[in-house]
């Protein structure tokens, strides 16, 4: 069975460990949300996509949920002497990835290319696209004006309120060589438990993605970020609130109903009406738990086949 999964941080990457634990790691591949990428001191960064590498590679900081869990801080703390921006916390073997990256990216090499090569010596067998292999960047309009994903995330640390997501340079942008021919080629396709609107809005912003996911005839389900009406994670339910969307799975559903077939859902949560509903225990602290929700993802999608 060949899933293609749309994923951006840490949430999605717990869900694709739980497919790898099930199924082959060939059958597997991951379109990475990369509206989140940004230049710090001249280096390419690609948060999401690294937090997939470190996950599935067994590197990660399962603690504080990014970077890598054997990490060291002599560069930042040298760049703090020196009273460089220290901000955005980079570690020494971070910064070895991202000083690659943005060598290879100087010499024409694509981001889908340089994601893969690193994923192959990283020991990951699924295959891991970008969504885009130009420049998308999140952007956000708040009460403090219109803000860089990164400067609202981390340094604003989502304080801001926001009043609208955009995603500059979608417009122009083209799917990464492979991410169509994962869609269409897919026996199910899943929408990870990530952000809506800052991890998966900025895939389905590039054209060809949505109407792609549109046109399937694989079961596409969604793993729903909302728990007993709470978001699991990060700005989700702050953006939620400041754009006017109740916190609801009704909401998720509604959101991809144009592409949906199925939305996993918390155990004890309200179903949504008019998509199919599989319910285990959504949140996702350990293998098994990621195994569990990964499995009922699986189902649901054979599921709606087999109709």
Same mark, same amino acid.
């Given at each position: 069975?060949?899933?293609?999964?749309?994923?951006?941080?840490?949430?999605?990457?717990?869900?694709?460990?739980?497919? %790898?634990?099930?199924?082959?790691?060939?059958?597997?591949?991951?379109?990475?949300?990369?509206?989140?990428?940004?230049?710090?001191?001249? &280096?390419?960064?690609?948060?999401?996509?690294?937090?997939?590498?470190?996950?599935?590679?067994?590197?990660?900081?399962?603690?504080?949920? @990014?970077?890598?869990?054997? +990490?060291? @801080?002599?560069?930042?703390?040298? %760049?703090?002497?020196?009273?460089?921006?220290? @901000?955005?916390?980079?570690?020494?073997?971070?910064?070895?990835?991202?000083?690659?990256?943005?060598?290879?990216?100087?010499?024409?090499?694509?981001?889908?290319?340089?994601? *893969?090569?690193?994923?192959?010596?990283?020991?990951?067998?699924?295959?891991?696209?970008?969504?885009?292999?130009?420049?998308? *960047?999140?952007?956000? +309009?708040?009460? +403090?004006?219109?803000?860089?994903?990164?400067?609202?995330?981390?340094?604003?640390?989502?304080?801001?309120?926001?009043?609208?997501?955009?995603?500059?340079?979608?417009?122009?942008?083209?799917?990464?060589?492979?991410?169509?021919?994962?869609?269409?080629?897919?026996?199910?396709?899943?929408?990870?438990?990530?952000?809506?609107?800052?991890?998966?809005?900025?895939? &389905?912003?590039?054209?060809?993605?949505?109407?792609?996911?549109?046109?399937?005839?694989?079961?596409?389900?969604?793993?729903?970020?909302?728990?007993?009406?709470?978001?699991?994670?990060?700005?989700?339910?702050?953006?939620?609130?400041?754009?006017?969307?109740?916190?609801?799975?009704?909401?998720?559903?509604?959101?991809?109903?144009?592409?949906?077939?199925?939305?996993?859902?918390?155990?004890?949560?309200?179903?949504?009406?008019?998509? *199919?509903?599989?319910?285990?225990?959504?949140?996702?602290?350990?293998?098994?738990?990621?195994?569990?929700?990964?499995?009922?993802?699986?189902?649901?999608?054979?599921?709606?086949?087999?109709?």
């Amino acid at each position: 069975m060949k899933v293609t999964v749309l994923t951006g941080g840490v949430g999605g990457a717990k869900l694709v460990l739980g497919l %790898l634990r099930i199924l082959p790691a060939a059958d597997v591949t991951a379109i990475v949300n990369t509206g989140d990428d940004f230049r710090h001191l001249g &280096l390419h960064v690609s948060p999401d996509i690294d937090t997939l590498l470190y996950t599935l590679s067994g590197k990660a900081n399962r603690r504080q949920g @990014w970077g890598r869990e054997d +990490e060291t @801080w002599s560069f930042l703390e040298t %760049l703090r002497d020196l009273g460089g921006p220290d @901000w955005f916390q980079l570690g020494d073997r971070d910064v070895a990835l991202h000083v690659l990256r943005t060598a290879r990216l100087a010499a024409g090499d694509g981001l889908d290319r340089i994601t *893969a090569d690193m994923a192959d010596r990283f020991g990951i067998g699924a295959t891991i696209l970008p969504m885009a292999n130009t420049r998308v *960047a999140t952007q956000l +309009e708040t009460d +403090e004006g219109l803000l860089e994903f990164q400067d609202y995330f981390v340094a604003r640390r989502c304080v801001p309120r926001v009043s609208r997501i955009l995603f500059d340079g979608a417009d122009d942008a083209l799917p990464a060589p492979g991410v169509l021919e994962a869609i269409a080629g897919a026996d199910a396709v899943v929408t990870a438990p990530s952000n809506p609107f800052l991890s998966i809005d900025p895939l &389905l912003a590039i054209p060809g993605i949505r109407s792609a996911l549109v046109a399937t005839q694989a079961p596409v389900v969604a793993v729903s970020p909302i728990i007993g009406g709470k978001a699991v994670k990060g700005p989700t339910a702050k953006l939620m609130e400041e754009l006017g969307t109740p916190l609801a799975n009704a909401s998720i559903a509604a959101h991809y109903a144009d592409f949906i077939d199925g939305l996993v859902i918390d155990q004890g949560d309200d179903a949504p009406d008019g998509v *199919a509903v599989a319910r285990t225990a959504t949140l996702m602290h350990n293998d098994v738990d990621k195994v569990r929700v990964a499995q009922a993802a699986l189902d649901l999608a054979a599921s709606i086949a087999d109709r």
